[in-house]
């Protein structure tokens, strides 16, 4: 079943230097117990779509259903079963952990809500913070708090807009392990915005990408890295940059010297050791061979640049 | 509970909803006690009475319109609005809470006139007091609707009209004075206030024990309208925000 359905949305702004498309007919569904990544440069879309998906932004035409409701009639019963998670909001900053959380405990009705927030505590190792005043807690433990809200309600589906954003690798990193025991744990569905690429590979099952409010790709992760053709070579050399520029040239292989003794070359990964034995073969001496796979960061960049990577071909 | 734990953690929210509207009383009181002197005690308690009715209007409004900026301020709106309250169980939320903190004020401004200034609110009656009470939380009630509306529509620029719209409309509302002494054209768009016919029943209820059923009617009838047309203004502001994008703007 569809926990979420989302058909030809679009979001039009009238602004004083003319009219704005932030969001152009798309449409997607997102599956029970699916991580769905929504990526694009700034201004793509992403944040504006979230919005409208929790109703704070009216769509100008489209529909959305959740559990094949239609939201903006069933509004209550919709909102009873999602949640939404981001490093945007923040909980009452003047109230504690606890209080906080008896509050939208009672807003969504949980049963028996000190034994939820407890558990949940527990369950992110937050218990000690629990009569904390929620803005005398770090960033990393303000995510947790965050993401605990959001999980109050037992959700089916939590909504994440950039929730690692501001926070330092190592608490992100304990972020990501904390959605994947949830998805793991909890069969969760989650729609995933973010601007890390890495993350996004770790944990999203399927990914579209946004750019300018249009769907430009979608696919999973590896998928979309896989329509990215060309592999990165990186040598590093002693001597020979004439006889490495001569072998590129002959083989029309695009390429950038990035000093007198790195070459990155662009080439098919199948073609990776026909190039290393030809360079050696003209008598190149490498000290350092590095192969650079096709990223999801690639594809980003591709698209948010409406480009592939530039290579000079000298 | 929401407004119970910002309040308790807030010395703000005390000063403006307890210590204010007390320190006004007190205010006031030393001033009916020269007018006593110099215009009679029934003047003078007319200032008094009508200074102590205000705070319910006072509150309960603040209550609605500061106790949502509170949110905006806090980044929290939005974790609020998805929740699935409705909007109409937010504001009447608050609008109890407001009406609880007026009560309390109000019980402890009554102790504290009768204790130091010998006047006793409940001489206007127990049930004139209930009737005034309902109309002006109703009124604070419609009030706050609209600065809420006005707030989510123009955004955070305008929230000083949270604490301080209500106050440029008190002259008209005849809060210590009857409203005979306003100019003509201003007693017309006096009467358009719901609070001004409790302010004047009130006045009027010192000086007889009969209950005051006209004017509270009125005042009844015209917080109906009042509500109404706040609503319906509500909901276009409401959408507006949402239309344009204003409401997810409230936070950045």
Known sequence: ?314 | MHEAFITRHSYEVINDIVIYPLWSIIVFGFLTIYLAGVAGAAVAHYVLIGMILWQIINITQYSIAVGCLWDVWARNLTNIFITPISIGEYLIAYTISGAVKALVVIILGGILSFLVFRFNILQVGLVNFWLYFINLVLFAFTFGIIILSLVFRFGTRIQAFAWGLITFFQPLMAVIYPVSILPEPLKTIAYIFPPTYVFEAARTSLGTPQIQWLPSLMALFLNMVWFLLAVVFFNLMFRQSREIGQFAKLEG
């Open chain 1, 1 to 314: 079943m569809n926990i979420l359905s989302v058909s030809h949305l679009t979001k039009k702004f009238n602004l004083p230097t003319g009219g704005f498309t932030a969001v152009n007919n798309i449409s997607f569904e997102l599956k029970e117990g699916e991580i769905l990544g929504l990526l694009g440069p700034n201004g793509a879309g992403k944040t504006t779509t979230i919005q409208m998906l929790l109703g704070i932004i009216i769509p100008t035409a489209g529909s959305i259903h959740y559990f094949a409701k239609d939201f903006f009639r069933h509004r209550q019963y919709c909102l009873g079963k999602i949640n939404y998670a981001s490093a945007f909001n923040t909980l009452q900053g003047r109230t504690t952990v606890m209080e906080n959380l008896l509050v939208f405990s009672e807003l969504y009705a949980v049963a028996d809500p000190k034994k939820k927030i407890l558990e949940l505590l527990e369950y992110f190792e937050m218990t000690a913070l629990a009569n904390e005043r929620y803005w005398d807690l770090s960033s990393g433990e303000r995510t947790r708090i965050n993401l605990i809200k959001s999980l109050l309600n037992d959700p089916q589906l939590i909504l994440m807009d950039e929730p690692t954003a501001s926070l330092d690798p190592d608490i992100a990193d304990k972020t990501m392990s904390l959605i994947e025991k949830l998805k793991k744990d909890k069969r969760m569905s989650i729609l995933f915005t973010s601007h890390n690429m890495a993350e996004v590979t770790r944990i999203c099952d399927r990914v579209i990408f946004l750019d300018r409010g249009d769907i430009v790709a979608q696919d999973t992760p590896l998928g979309l890295t896989k329509s990215i053709k060309k592999t990165e070579l990186q040598l590093t050399f002693d001597t020979g940059k004439d006889l490495i520029q001569q072998y590129v040239t002959e083989h029309s292989l695009k390429h950038n010297f990035i000093n007198g003794h790195v070459v990155v070359i662009q080439t098919a990964e199948k073609q990776i050791p026909k190039v290393i034995f030809g360079i050696s073969k003209k008598g190149v001496w490498m000290t350092d061979i590095e192969v650079r796979k096709p990223t999801l960061e690639d594809v980003f960049l591709q698209i948010a640049r409406g480009k592939p990577h530039e290579f000079t071909k000298d």
